[in-house]
């Protein structure tokens, strides 16, 4: 097993931040690297694009709203790999301000791919993780604004440290169901086009990174490291191309994450921007 190629796998990559993300380890990572999509033939056409740049992805199709898909992911990897080295939670959606599309189906599906696809990937693809394997969770400072106006009850729930994964689902359940309702707001949580529906989806992102990094302190494998991490305000079809970064740019802290060295300290189990740790912690809340 231990002679195995290393792998490297990066969801929601035929574009944007994922696609460059998939650029960078093609060019510093020692290893395999999956391009993953939902459509096949996006994912073919990106591996074959970043194959003009001289570079050699591999592709697999993966939808991570779609657990079938991640346990014939898992089973690809165990029988060519024998495990995993790297995972790059990037898959994310976000939705136009101005989307005519009902508030709490909207909160819904952002939930579904942003939060529980990234629990759902982790859960079936973490078995996998050797030794010094990396996690790098793709989440937003969004989150960080979007803890600020929560009410003070929810913003204690969501910076205690000993929250268990169960919790968090719970709460991100009862936000879209509050939002459903038109309770959101009443209920303590934020309103805001982007603090709302996203920047709640990505609270789970971040949250959930800390809670996974405290399980794996008790994993017998060693040196396994999760982050979350703010690309930036990245130009990207996420952002109606309306960023001041570049994809590579926006990929700049994803990659970072994801090359970190053997048994290193810090960054581990935290959520950061530009290189840099973001501190998490609750503060009065306006509402």
């Known amino acids: ?69 991640i346990v014939k992911m898992r089973s690809f990897l165990k029988h060519t790999y024998g495990g995993l080295d790297l995972l790059v939670n990037n898959a994310g959606i976000i939705f136009d301000i101005n989307s005519p599309t009902e508030a709490g189906d909207q909160a819904e599906s952002l939930m579904k791919t942003n939060f ?56 991100m359940q009862q936000f879209v169901d509050c939002v459903h309702a038109g309770t959101h707001g009443d209920c303590g949580w934020p309103t805001g086009k982007l603090t709302s529906g996203y920047g709640v989806s990505k609270i789970g992102a971040t949250v959930m990174s800390f809670i996974q990094q405290r399980e794996f302190l008790r994993d017998s494998r060693p040196d396994i490291v999760v982050n979350a991490c703010c690309p930036g305000y ?25 090359l970190l060295s053997q048994n290193t300290a810090t960054p581990k189990g935290q959520l950061v ?15």
């Open 116 to 171: 529980t696809g990234l629990c759902n990937v982790s859960e079936v693809l973490f078995p996998l993780l050797r030794p010094h394997a990396r996690v790098v969770n793709v989440s937003s400072m969004i989150s960080v604004a979007a803890l600020f106006k929560c009410s003070n009850e929810l913003q204690q729930k969501f910076t205690d440290q000993n929250i268990s994964s169960g919790e968090l689902k719970r709460l």
């Open 234 to 258: 990245v130009k990207t079809d996420l952002t109606g191309q309306l960023g001041t970064k570049t994809t590579d740019q926006g990929a700049e802290t994803p990659l970072y994450l994801a």
């Open 1 to 69: 097993m231990g002679g195995q190629r290393r792998v490297a796998v990066v969801t929601g990559s035929n574009k944007g931040i994922g696609y460059a993300i998939v650029r960078g380890l093609c060019k510093q990572f020692d290893g395999d690297v999956y391009l993953t999509a939902r459509n096949e033939s996006l994912g073919l056409q990106a591996v074959k694009d970043l194959k003009k740049e001289g570079l050699n992805p591999q592709f697999h199709q993966l939808d991570v709203t779609k657990p079938d898909t």
């Open 273 to 287: 921007s530009e290189k840099q740790i973001v501190s998490w912690e609750a503060k009065q809340s306006k509402l």
